[in-house]
């Protein structure tokens, strides 16, 4: 359904990204953002399925500064590898490309953003600290934690799952104390990356659930 495409950040650094349209006239756009595995099988058919919802999707490959076109999968081996991109994190790299695909769809009408793992984090301090969105969801993301205390610019929605090995629920409770402002669910069942049907710790009904509420918050918030 969707193509490659080059994007141009502020700082002239060129970086790939895959985008999904619509079969009809888009009804606002969602930028998505990749957890450590890369714009890979899994966040292009996230792209996709926001493209089915209507949306243009764009999902911009924050690792290319790193290692251009890398993509993953699953196994051990490939999360172990991936790692290594999150061992020194660049935020404010990484937000600049963001913004360079906020940009890149904001003529299709409201602007949002759902990142996932990594991503989650990046949607979060895209929501408070750059232009253009009108909402952001953000799924396990792993460092909110650390920047609770910023206010996010627009709506924000967070999902989180209660058996999540990476985020203790003490985060969680602390992100919700100082962030009073944005929606925030947990999912008893659901542990790390419960929305990737491509990986060990999916979680069908949880995922199902999140989407739900992904789209109905979208909606709400970018109609």
Same mark, same amino acid.
């Given at each position: 359904?969707?193509? =490659? ?36 099988? =899994? ?177 709400? =918030?970018?109609?």
């Amino acid at each position: 359904m969707g193509k =490659h495409i080059s994007l141009t950040a502020a700082d002239n650094h060129q970086l790939g990204a895959y985008r999904a349209d619509p079969q009809g006239p888009a009804k606002g756009a969602i930028v998505v953002i990749q957890e450590i595995f890369g714009v890979n099988t =899994h966040i292009r058919s996230v792209c996709d399925r926001f493209a089915a919802e209507g949306y243009l999707a764009l999902a911009p490959a924050l690792f290319d500064r790193l290692q251009p076109n890398f993509e993953s999968g699953y196994s051990p081996d490939e999360i172990a590898n991936a790692r290594k991109f999150i061992a020194n994190p660049d935020w404010e790299a990484m937000l600049r490309d963001t913004q360079a695909a906020i940009e890149a769809v904001k003529s299709a009408g409201r602007v949002g953003i759902v990142g996932f793992c990594m991503g989650g984090t990046v949607a979060f301090l895209a929501a408070t600290r750059l232009a253009g969105l009108s909402a952001a969801v953000c799924y396990y993301g792993g460092r909110i934690v650390a920047v609770a205390d910023e206010k996010p610019r627009c709506a924000t929605e967070m999902h989180f799952g209660d058996k999540d090995q990476s985020i203790p629920m003490s985060d969680v409770a602390s992100i919700k104390e100082k962030r009073p402002d944005c929606t925030i669910y947990v999912y008893p069942e659901a542990g790390h990356g419960f929305h990737c049907d491509e990986r060990a710790s999916y979680h069908a009904a949880s995922a199902n659930l999140a989407w739900d509420r992904t789209q109905q918050f979208l909606k709400t =918030h970018m109609s």
